[in-house]
Each structure stands twice: as C-alpha cells, then as structure tokens.
C-alpha cells in the first residue's frame, strides 16, 4: 500500500485533500472557497499501464478537473497534456488543483499516449 495521494489547495483559503494513494485528489477554490474532493477512477477494460488504459485514464482526469466530458479514447492535445503535467488549472470561475493516483503518475512518468 502506498502513501496518501495528498493535493495542496492554493493561500488563501489552503488545506489539503488527502485520499487513498489510486484516487485522485482534487481541490477547487471557488469565491474564496475550498473544495476537496476524493474521486475512485473508473473500470477500465484495457490492462492497467497500457496505452488504451493510459489514454482513458488520462480523459477520465481532465474530465474531472474541466467539468467536461470526455470520451476515453479521445486524443490529447499539447496543452491538455501541460495541464495533466502542471496539476493546475485556472480559469475566472474557480482555481483547481489536482495530483494523480499513483498509478497513473507511474505511467505518464514513461511516456505519454496522444491518439
């Protein structure tokens, strides 16, 4: 078992969203205001660290943090990669930071899947 997947909620207002090492931790401040929040990745059917299952995964997160659907196999453009890379997103509404689940770090840490 590994360590606690633990994301840092940008000053003001901070705190953190601690989960499980396979879920990703996601803080949102909007108004001022943090939200955590803890999120089981999908079932996939591709074997775990395969390229199809990197690329679901890889949607899975984005659609996450933009709040905006994303088929699995949809390719991924350079700055959708930058974001998944950076773990930062801001926008006017409300500022998102995020950190993968381990296996998925693991992954994007040897190559990126892009189609």
Sequence with gaps: MGFN?????PNPPGGQAVCEP???????????????QCLNPPVISAPVGSPGWQLAMQN???SAVTGEHREPG???GPAELQLLIDGH?????????????DDLRA?????????
């Design 5 to 9: 997947n633990i994301c840092d909620c």
């Design 22 to 36: 396979n879920q990703l931790a996601i803080c949102r401040v909007k108004n001022g205001v943090a939200q955590m």
């Design 60 to 62: 899975w997160v984005l």
């Design 74 to 76: 949809r390719s991924l």
């Design 89 to 101: 997103r801001e926008t006017r509404r409300e500022i998102v930071t995020f950190s993968l689940p």
């Design 107 to 115: 992954a994007m840490s040897t190559r990126f899947v892009t189609a």
